[in-house]
């Protein structure tokens, strides 16, 4: 899916996931699958173990390791999804929100 902005830029709902996880007020409400997509889409390996979704990637030294909780992505797991993305600028030009 992909929205128009005003300005012309093409904003995918990838996008506004992104801009939603940098801004860090809706942790709570970041949908665990949609949240699983997005890491992949930046190049991280992804295995399952059970319930446990593992992520990894060249270059970054942290694993992460989510759940699902009813759905959605655990808040205190978006908080350090949000610390690797801005820790290795794997954002792009947004992740200085």
């Given at each position: 899916?992909?929205?128009?902005?005003?300005?012309?830029?093409?904003?995918?709902?990838?996008?506004?996931?992104?801009?939603?996880?940098?801004?860090?007020?809706a942790d709570a409400n970041i949908?665990?699958?949609?949240?699983?997509?997005?890491?992949?889409?930046?190049?991280?390996?992804?295995?399952?173990?059970?319930?446990?979704?593992?992520?990894?990637?060249?270059?970054?030294e942290e694993i992460l390791n989510?759940?699902?909780?009813?759905?959605?992505?655990?808040?205190?797991?978006?908080?350090?999804?949000?610390?690797?993305?801005?820790?290795?600028?794997?954002?792009?030009?947004?992740?200085?929100?």
């Amino acid at each position: 899916m992909c929205l128009r902005t005003g300005e012309g830029d093409a904003v995918t709902k990838r996008d506004k996931l992104l801009r939603r996880i940098l801004a860090g007020r809706a942790d709570a409400n970041i949908p665990f699958q949609e949240l699983c997509e997005l890491l992949q889409w930046l190049g991280f390996e992804q295995r399952v173990r059970g319930s446990h979704h593992i992520f990894a990637k060249d270059g970054v030294e942290e694993i992460l390791n989510l759940q699902a909780k009813e759905g959605s992505a655990k808040p205190y797991q978006v908080k350090q999804v949000r610390g690797v993305i801005l820790r290795y600028r794997l954002g792009g030009e947004d992740d200085s929100l």
